[in-house]
């Protein structure tokens, strides 16, 4: 059964949608997780491991990415005239946007864990991994209260 003003199709697009995003977020948890536990790591053949972890995760979170982003924008299209005229679903793009950019950072210390060339140390990577959940509060107040 629809709500008032849904229909069938963008309840299937809010629905697939949430799923991209439940399976996205996991990812970016854990990746940096991966991290944090190759920082702390001196043993090579372990080292060596979590990068292959960290590469596999994020080859598999990056389509599902993807997904999420183009699921996001079809139910834009559904009623373009009212999202885009909506100022809290710009400010969710923009956090949207943000996520994005801290994705591309995890590809890069992905990249940096395989060649066993990161810099950075555990307590870094800890603190890193905390961004997300800022992005995700954001992303969802906006989303369900839609403040402005």
């Known amino acids: 059964m629809c709500g008032p003003g849904e229909n069938v199709t963008?309840?299937?697009?809010k629905a697939a949608h949430i799923i991209a995003v439940i399976c996205w977020f996991a990812g970016i948890f854990y990746l940096p997780r991966i991290l944090v536990y190759f920082a702390m790591s001196e043993e090579p053949a372990t080292r060596a491991q979590l990068a292959l972890m960290a590469h596999k995760l994020y080859r598999f979170?990056?389509?599902i990415a993807v997904i999420a982003v183009l699921?996001?924008?079809a139910?834009?299209?559904?009623s373009p005239d009212y999202y885009l005229a909506a100022k809290?679903?710009?400010?969710?793009?923009?956090?949207v946007a943000g996520l994005t950019?801290?994705?591309a950072v995890c590809g890069r210390y992905v990249a940096a864990a395989r060649a066993d060339t990161i810099?950075?140390?555990?307590?870094?990577?800890r603190l890193f991994n905390e961004i997300p959940v800022l992005f995700l509060l954001l992303i969802v107040v906006l989303t369900v209260f839609k403040p402005f």
């Open 10 to 13: 963008m309840l299937w697009l």
């Open 61 to 63: 979170m990056t389509p």
């Open 71 to 73: 699921l996001g924008f």
């Open 75 to 78: 139910m834009i299209m559904t």
């Open 88 to 95: 809290w679903l710009w400010a969710k793009l923009l956090a």
């Open 101 to 103: 950019v801290y994705h």
């Open 119 to 125: 810099e950075r140390g555990h307590v870094y990577f």
